[in-house]
């Protein structure tokens, strides 16, 4: 993603690269590089690993981690 995240992508639809949905964007860092994801409930447990995503840490995703931001969602790269 070649913009900071902003306001403007709160509550937008984090998908990973097949289309399958992660959860939704909770809130921003002040410097827009990252975002913190709400998971869904029904997430694989194998998806939050390959996420790095940990029980102590908040669910976070990278601007770098972005392949597409559309109005509606923020689409995940197939690898990061």
Do not use: C
């Amino acid at each position: 993603m070649t913009r900071p995240f902003s306001d403007d992508d709160r509550d937008k639809e984090v998908l990973t690269a097949e289309g399958d949905r992660i959860g939704r964007v909770h809130d921003v860092d002040g410097d827009g590089n990252s975002a913190t994801v709400e998971a869904d409930e029904s997430l694989s447990e194998k998806l939050p690993d390959k996420l790095d995503w940990t029980d102590d840490d908040p669910n976070e995703i990278r601007r770098e981690q972005v392949d597409s931001n559309t109005g509606d969602y923020l689409r995940l790269k197939q690898k990061w």
